[in-house]
């Protein structure tokens, strides 16, 4: 009790860990890190990665196209399911035999080791809970011997990944004891409810999820890819690609050149003082007749201006080379991330809103006005708060390359619209990333399919020879992923997995093939039994992937919300939480200041953002306008925390539970999981 709890979420954009009841996670960085990975022919290498992970790779500006090296970008969320998972097409690391010492603490999986590294991180660097009395790093992991630690995870996470989670927290980072909590339910508990429908906008997509007195009613549980921070990220970027093309004109392709002639007559310049103090013998070169060949340097009108939005990296080079894809990628998204944070590339609209990207006479909303044709066949809606942003001042803004452009008002409720509009452009991209996560989660069905075969057969030549591994009778009684329930696996723990009172760990490949085992029903988009026939009724307990949808996040939260019992429905109703880092989204009505940004750009004006809450007020419009045809006594209220907090709501819900005297109890301590094994995760922490 006098030891105080560490409380980590790791989201698909960012990594939170800090101290039960603070107020503020003292971790924070990003999950998306820059590593090598390993070969897979290398059979000494026992990791993923041949170098760690680095976090400065943003901003950090290197020569040509390749200069990045070998680095690639990882994250250990998988954008398409939002779980802890890695494909096998991920994992590169060697086999390890099951006598080797280093196989107790190492995971085959990719996002797995990240997660140890993410931890130790953050334990070792930001909290200092390594540090020994003289104020130096420890060589040791001995840092987390005193402190529990309450992880967060994903209300569809598969009961095998949370195992193999307890599993590496106890055997790699010696925990005393450790609580998995659903990030809905903490969500809930950040704003004082018990009973709510959670819609967690998080940077990979959209989750609603229903709980019903602090528990998750998996059969109301729903995701969509489509409505993520990163999707309206890539819609920022689109804008202001049209801006600069529209705005910047043949203007900004002179100054950039003038721009990159200066640089260049300055790098010819050191280069000439510097070959005056340090001559060097340069041999000359000559043709295939023997001529000399005159070597041209790079000229300013030779070097193409890029018709798109430049990072600042590459706006200092003096070629506008840019880097590898992932990492130019990056840069520009992160560019488009800090004009959407200070309010100038999106806002939300007001209910009955429609998209200029609507076809004439088409309803964006569910409860918008006919749309009219007006002057040069823009679309005008006959609303005065419509007309209001389409003939509103725009906003200026100075991009990285110094092109001054001006964004509309409509432009910035355009891009939202993704999550409200039902119109036709909005409803076709929705679809669109439906069938492509689909299609991707079929590819994953098909990788673990080929894995386990490909596991099943080394397994049988490693049986027969007799010299790696564990034996197939061993393996059959010790899995620990095979059942969900903590008594079956007590008698199995100890049968298949001790020898002679010495505990015998399973190799990183016996763990992946049982884990993508366990794993490979969850995957699926079917039934077990198939698809449904017309007019047929599923059970959506069932262990398949149900949770995708297309809808946008009212209809999400209905669709939710009817997949309970009836007699939940009006409670689960009147308590909608609003959280996650992409409903941090203020109103139209705001204009920013040129101190709320960083060194990208600036903007003209002093006012503030707009209204905190014209997200969460605008999604209960939407649900209600849903609601009310059918059912119009039904009350709906949506809660949310003020912007500071909306990003770390779940993190906070987690701080909350963890202070707690009376959840002491409900620790899984390291005397429970070697008594039960893994399976006990699944009955202490539902």
Known sequence: NDVQALVADIGSYSTKIGYAGDDHPQALHSSTTAAVKAQINNNQSSSNFAKPPKR?????CVDGA?????????????????????????????????NNEQSSSFDAWESHELVNSYLQHAFQHSMGLSRGNNGEMESAIDYSHQHPLLLLDKSHTPPALRQRLLEIMFETHNLPSVFFLRDAIAAC??????????????????????VYEGFVERSGVLRNNACGARNIEERVLEMMDGLVVSQGGRKRKERMRRRAREK???????????????????????DDKGHFIKEKGISAASISIPDYLMPLYQVRRANYNPRKDPFHAWSRLALAREIKECGLGVAVGPMGYVSSSAAPGEDASADAAAAAVGEGGAVVNPAAANNMFLSAAKLPYTLPDGTNVEISTASR????????????????????????????LEEYSKEVEDFIAEGEDDENETNEGGSKGITSGSAAKGDPYSNTSYRGEKSSRYAGS??????????????????????????????????????????????????????????????AVYRCDRDQQAKLLGDVVVCGGGACITGASGVVGSSALGGGG?????????????FPDRLREEVEAIVHKHTMGWRVKVTSPNISERAICSWLGGSILGSLGTFQDMWISKQDYEEYGAAIVNRKCP
Not at 56 to 60: A, E, K
Not at 264 to 286: C, G
Not at 413 to 440: I, P
Not at 526 to 546: C, Q
């Open 602 to 614: 600036t903007v003209g004006g002093t006012s503030l953002l707009g209204d905190e809450q014209a």
């Open 189 to 210: 508990y950040a704003v004082g409810r018990t009973t709510a429908t959670v819609v967690d906008v998080g940077y990979s997509g959209t989750m609603v999820t229903p």
């Open 264 to 286: 260049l007559e300055l790098q010819q310049q050191q280069q000439q003082k510097s070959a005056v103090e340090q001559p060097s013998p340069k041999k000359a070169k000559r």
């Open 498 to 559: 001790r020898r002679n009172n010495k505990k015998t760990h399973y190799s990183p490949n016996v763990i992946s093939t049982k884990l993508y085992s366990a794993c490979l029903p969850y995957l699926r988009t079917e039934p077990p039994n198939g698809p449904l026939e017309e007019g047929g009724v599923s059970n959506v307990n069932d262990n398949y992937f149900h949770f995708l949808t297309s809808a946008s996040p009212a209809q999400m939260v209905c669709d």
């Open 56 to 60: 400065d790779f943003t901003l950090r």
């Open 413 to 440: 409720c355009d891009v939202v619209e993704l999550y409200f509009g039902n119109d036709e452009q909005n409803s076709l991209y929705r679809d669109n990333v439906f069938d492509e996560t689909v299609q991707k």
């Open 66 to 98: 390749n200069g990045d090296g070998d680095y690639d970008l990882v994250n250990p969320v998988d954008p398409v399911t939002g779980w802890l998972f890695s494909p096998p097409s991920k994992n590169t690391s060697s086999s390890l035999s099951a």
